[in-house]
């Protein structure tokens, strides 16, 4: 999936702008953008919203993906989630209007990784152990947390979305 003549991201050594200790983050999100995109070319829009053995689409997938990395980022900024983004967390995977296309929601990922690395190169790193409330509980966690499940968890999805893409393509 990944260009196979480069050694997986992590192995190309340090980015330069990015903490030493968020490097895992950003090198995580890089090879998860790197395969997104490869699993994702030429995968038919026709097949974006259908699901496999009643798990998520693909569709949900991408969306879901671009979603979350922008709210967890949001959260280790000390910031609540704007309107904005609590009504595309609602809209995740659920039938609307408007007709997506595979390449915009990859874009969409796309920018949202960019923005995130973006992030990870301005953050202080005197304050990754800094306490950051999650939505509106306020549950516990810290900077380097926050961008810790960012990058697992965008790997987890990006592990569902290769399975289905390949049992959908078959």
Do not use: C
């Not at 030493?20 to 919203?49: I, T």
């Not at 259908?50 to 979603?67: I, N, T």
């Not at 709210?71 to 408007?98: D, H, I, M």
């Not at 960019?114 to 790193?125: H, I, V, Y």
């Amino acid at each position: 999936m990944a260009n196979n003549t480069l050694p997986e991201v992590w192995l190309r050594g340090p980015l330069k702008d990015t903490p030493a200790l968020l490097q895992p983050v950003a090198h995580a999100l890089l090879q998860a953008r790197e395969e997104l995109n490869a699993l994702m070319l030429n995968f038919p829009d026709a097949l974006l919203w259908e699901k496999v053995a009643g798990m998520a689409s693909p569709g949900f997938h991408l969306q879901h993906l671009a979603g979350v990395l922008d709210r967890l980022f949001t959260y280790a900024r000390g910031e609540a989630l704007t309107e904005q983004q609590l009504n595309y967390l609602q809209g995740e995977g659920k039938p609307t209007t408007k007709t997506y296309t595979v390449l915009e929601l990859v874009e969409n990922f796309n920018d949202q990784v960019n923005a995130a690395l973006q992030q990870l190169g301005k953050e202080d790193g005197n304050r990754l152990t800094d306490f950051r409330g999650v939505g509106r509980a306020q549950l516990p966690s810290t900077v380097i947390g926050l961008y810790t499940h960012s990058a697992e968890h965008t790997m987890r999805h990006l592990g569902q979305l290769i399975v289905t893409v390949a049992v959908l393509k078959n």
